[in-house]
């Protein structure tokens, strides 16, 4: 039987650094489950944490790879360049071939990251996988306005609409992406899913008040490391705010200081409370999922808790 273990849950809770304990315990690899980490040069605002001097290094005969971080591998990190309108289909044939690989050498893949979409593809498959792209569509559609878009989608599907939060209606790609799937038809995934696949999902999560320090306390670390020059060197490769991955938060908040509008101050406060309503909704997102097994970070010795549980799973 196949297995891996998912650690789940909002940003800044230590996902990652649980992950490569982890690893090391049970001799797995780590596979990033992060919409915004596989984007090449995006890496402070993204909050990757490269090592130093962690070199990539590919997989044989593919262009996938992984970083090293404390000797444990990290897969599905700088997958494509930020002009590249990456999809939740795309990431599942990456990560597909990342697992059957992890597993040919028999190690444990640990899916690890707060893309909650992305890891429902992984375990259970999503009906509009196999709606692909329509270029046509999506450059005709490019030009209009998150209102007319709204509106297009409306006419086309009103259930769609009524089922889109506050954000989803504020995103260009999601509606041009609905407008996608309402126009051609849901079909059946395409994408390969295992049988007898055995998993144990790991959630993190501390109070709201903790959590929201820890957010701001890491923005504010990632300002102090150059976030503003990373906005400003993709700009100079001529990467504009058009592109889906200058959307991506820690990203689009810079626009308007770019363009001489908004103050520095400003730009981070606004980050600050967008990545904060951004951890809200991924933990109403996890919290759908009864078969995540949650763990309070601010808690002593949870990590040993954390490591009991996927023991008695893993044997």
């Keep these: 039987m196949r297995k891996f273990l998912v650690i789940c849950g909002p940003t800044a809770t230590g996902k990652t650094i649980l992950g490569v304990r982890l690893a090391k315990q049970f001799d797995g ?25 962690s070199k990539y290094q590919k997989l044989k005969n593919s262009k996938l790879g992984y970083y090293l971080f404390d000797g444990v591998p990290v897969w599905m990190l700088d997958v494509v360049e930020p002009t590249h309108s990456f999809s939740v289909a795309e990431y599942h044939g990456f990560a597909h071939k990342v697992i059957e690989d992890i597993w040919k050498r028999e190690k444990l893949p640990i899916l690890v990251g707060g893309t909650g979409l992305y890891i429902k593809a992984m375990i259970d498959g999503i009906d509009t996988l196999g709606v692909p792209p329509n270029p046509q569509l999506r450059a005709a559609y490019e030009k209009k306005s998150t209102e007319e878009l709204f509106n297009i989608l409306f006419h086309l599907s009103p259930d769609t609409v009524n089922t889109l939060n506050v954000s989803e209606r504020k995103n260009k790609q999601r509606l041009i992406r609905k407008i996608e799937i309402a126009q051609m038809g849901v079909k059946k995934v395409t994408g390969k899913k295992w ?26 670390k990632w300002v102090m490391k150059g976030a503003e020059d990373e906005v400003r060197k993709l700009l100079g490769r001529g990467i504009d705010w058009n592109f889906q991955a200058m959307n991506a938060l820690g990203y689009r908040q810079w626009k308007e200081y770019f363009e001489g509008v908004a103050k520095k101050e400003e730009v981070v406060k606004r980050w600050k409370i967008d990545e904060w309503h951004y951890a809200r909704r991924q933990l109403t997102w996890f919290k759908r999922d009864p078969r995540i097994q949650w763990f309070d970070v601010t808690k002593k010795r949870w990590e040993e808790d954390v490591e009991k549980k996927v023991q008695a799973w893993y044997n």
Excluded: F, H
Aim: glycine share 8%; aromatic share 4%.
């Design 29 to 53: 690899e780590l596979v990033s489950v992060d919409s915004r980490q596989v984007y090449r040069g995006m890496d402070i605002g993204t909050g990757k944490d490269l090592p130093k001097n």
């Design 195 to 220: 049988k007898n696949l055995k998993v144990v999902m790991i959630g993190l999560v501390c109070s709201y008040n903790i959590l929201r320090q820890r957010i701001e306390r890491r923005i504010e």
